[in-house]
T-cell receptor
Framework: DAGVIQSPRHEVTEMGQEVTLRCKPI?????LFWYRQTMMRGLELLIY????????DSGMPEDRFSAKMPNASFSTLKIQPSEPRDSAVYFC????????????FGSGTQLSVL | SQKIEQNSEALNIQEGKTATLTCNYTNYSPAYLQWYRQDPGRGPVFLLLIRENEKEKRKERLKVTFDTTLKQSLFHITASQPADSATYLCALGGGADGLTFGKGTHLIIQP
């Protein structure tokens, strides 16, 4: 398996623009997680899905952030409008039912909002 | 609020020695604790999981201990190698907030 695949690897945008991050989980995994990592705050859970259904989005910073999982093999995290404080590395992770504590992470998207 | 503390300063260890990393937590009663390794520009990679009723877990050169009274986990790498240099994250789970990560400790193994 290719592992969790995220795109793009790097994204540079201007404040106010819409940003869409993409994730393909490992095939067969039932859980999908979106995390954000910064030096100041470390890894923070934004939202997670179980069988494509959002379970907990309490970590989503504000209404500018939204996430969808239209099917078992694809998820998006959208920021609209983006702000400089959104600059961070965004990780997607997936896990398997029965072993949901063990997360498999993608390589992340480095987002820079100017 | 829940707090996880890992040594923010880099840990320098000579090759061949045992590296010991510490994870302390407060205001939390985790059902399990995990350790991940993260290399620059990469996502964290799962290493070990230890449950609240387990004292110690081993995997090859890795050993993890979990003391729920002290609210502390120790992560040991024996016979350390330069390839072990990375950032190591601990994570607590089993609560309503899912998996909560510490900020990590940067380990440097010097040849």
């Amino acid at each position: 398996d290719a592992g969790v695949i995220q795109s793009p690897r790097h994204e540079v945008t201007e404040m106010g623009q819409e940003v869409t991050l993409r994730c393909k989980p490992i095939s067969g995994h039932d859980y999908l997680f979106w995390y954000r990592q910064t030096m100041m705050r470390g890894l923070e859970l934004l939202i997670y899905f179980n069988n494509n259904v959002p379970i907990d989005d309490s970590g989503m910073p504000e209404d500018r952030f939204s996430a969808k999982m239209p099917n078992a093999s694809f998820s998006t995290l959208k920021i609209q409008p983006s702000e400089p404080r959104d600059s961070a590395v965004y990780f997607c992770a997936s896990s398997l039912r029965g072993e949901w504590e063990k997360l498999f992470f993608g390589s992340g998207t480095q987002l820079s909002v100017l | 609020s829940q707090k996880i503390e890992q040594n923010s300063e880099a840990l320098n260890i000579q090759e061949g020695k045992t590296a010991t990393l510490t994870c302390n937590y407060t205001n939390y009663s985790p059902a399990y604790l995990q350790w991940y390794r993260q290399d620059p520009g990469r996502g964290p990679v799962f290493l070990l999981l230890i449950r609240e009723n387990e004292k110690e877990k081993r995997k090859e050169r890795l050993k993890v201990t979990f003391d729920t009274t002290l609210k502390q986990s120790l992560f040991h790498i024996t016979a350390s190698q330069p390839a072990d240099s990375a950032t190591y994250l601990c994570a607590l789970g089993g609560g309503a907030d899912g998996l909560t990560f510490g900020k990590g400790t940067h380990l440097i193994i010097q040849p």
